[in-house]
């Protein structure tokens, strides 16, 4: 591990491309899997993208030592941690603090995604939209649908759609369970975060708090790769504040990167293990350089339309997609893999679906993923 500090006159130190790898699969407990409760580590990584029910799962599963589904569904059923739209415009699970906290450090982002829809909101009053919106979803969880419906009936001449999305931007909308849960979901039912928690929503934290969870989890980085993980902009000042307390680098680019004095930065030739990871995994979604964990021919593989695919990490970095069909878990390489690792990748499929799907018996092949 190399920890670094900096005189005001010396030159930043390059970190190349597996040196950035191996340090955010270690913030990301993807090298070695860690013994963290569930609620932690959804805590440390400051939240899974989720657009759909299983990514957060298959996501804790690749990342922690002893997880099992039940855990991470039995904490959505307690309310500790909930499902709402937050960091880059997109649903995700959080901790129950971090969803009464960074959603409103997030509003900035909404409101600028709500200002895309004015023109079909054209006379409506937002203020009195957000209060009608709130007692309809307090009374009573209300699908988009429900909403969008009840809200047309007090502006008729207005663009359903644009009520929707009204409704979601100015109030911190969490889907409710049974939505979420592991072994029974449900259509999409909404109240807000406050109703559903108990508890007011707190202060949105100062960003520079947040730039340091984001470093502790995805570090080192630049401005820009915070600013499009957290979809908001003008965050320079944020580090600029922080620069005294932080260490910085520079990429192969000659970017900026900033970092924890103390944070790991492992050896660029430390082992990583394969790694099984769902569609929308944060790894790949958190910088706006990703080539530290997807090589620049790779770029683009890993959708196909409006679809995304399941990856697979070999050697840290993104070696290819797989699916789960019928009985029969399908890995596609994007290259040939070494006899050596393809054992390995067996390896890693086998304690997924153990994991994950201990009822059930899959094959494994390594062939073409159905699109």
């Known amino acids: 591990m190399t920890k670094t500090r900096q005189s005001g006159t010396a030159p930043a130190p390059v970190l190349g491309t597996r ?3 191996r340090a955010t699969l270690g913030r990301q407990l993807l090298l070695r899997r860690a013994g963290l409760s569930a609620e932690a580590a959804v805590g440390h990584l400051v939240g899974l993208q989720a657009q759909n029910v299983r990514p957060p799962y298959y996501a804790l599963a690749a990342r922690l030592d002893g997880f099992a589904p039940q855990e991470l569904s039995g904490l959505m059923a307690d309310r500790a941690v909930v499902r709402i739209v937050t960091l880059r415009s997109t649903i995700h699970t959080h901790t129950a603090d971090d969803c009464l906290t960074l959603r409103p450090l997030v509003q900035p982002a909404r409101d600028r995604e ?7 909101l054209a006379g409506v009053d937002l203020d009195r939209l957000a209060a009608l919106a709130r007692e309809l979803v307090e009374a009573e969880p209300r699908t988009m649908k429900q909403l969008r419906e009840a809200l047309l009936a007090r502006w008729p001449d207005a663009d359903p759609q644009a009520l929707g999305v009204a409704a979601r931007c100015t109030l911190p909308l969490v889907q409710v369970t049974p939505r979420g849960l592991w072994d029974r979901s449900g259509q999409v ?5 406050e109703q559903w928690l108990g508890r007011p929503a707190g202060p949105a934290p100062a960003p520079d708090a947040v730039v340091l969870r984001y470093l ?3 570090g080192p980085a630049s401005v820009r790769d915070m600013q499009t ?10 580090f600029e504040r922080l620069r005294p307390r932080l260490v910085t680098f520079r990429d192969e680019s000659g970017v900026e990167l900033f970092d924890l004095p103390d944070a790991p930065r492992p050896d660029p030739d430390t082992p990583a293990p394969p790694r099984f990871l769902p569609e929308f995994d944060n790894l790949l979604l958190s910088h706006a350089d990703r080539t530290r964990v997807v090589p620049p021919e790779h770029k683009g593989r890993t959708w196909q339309g409006n679809t995304a695919y ?9 070696a290819g997609v797989w699916r789960l069909e019928e009985r029969a878990l399908v890995v596609e390489p994007f290259g040939r893999l070494t006899a050596d690792r393809r054992d390995e990748v067996t390896a890693e ?12 018996s899959y094959d494994i092949r390594f062939g073409t993923v159905r699109r």
């Open 189 to 193: 039912a909404l109240t807000t975060a």
């Open 229 to 238: 993980w957290a979809g908001l902009t003008r965050l320079r000042a944020a």
């Open 114 to 120: 709500l200002g895309l829809f004015r023109k079909g």
């Open 216 to 218: 502790a989890a995805f």
């Open 19 to 21: 040196a950035l790898n």
């Open 349 to 360: 499929a086998e304690r997924m679906l153990a994991v994950l799907h201990p009822e059930s």
């Open 310 to 318: 399941r990856t697979l990490l070999v050697d840290g970095f993104l």
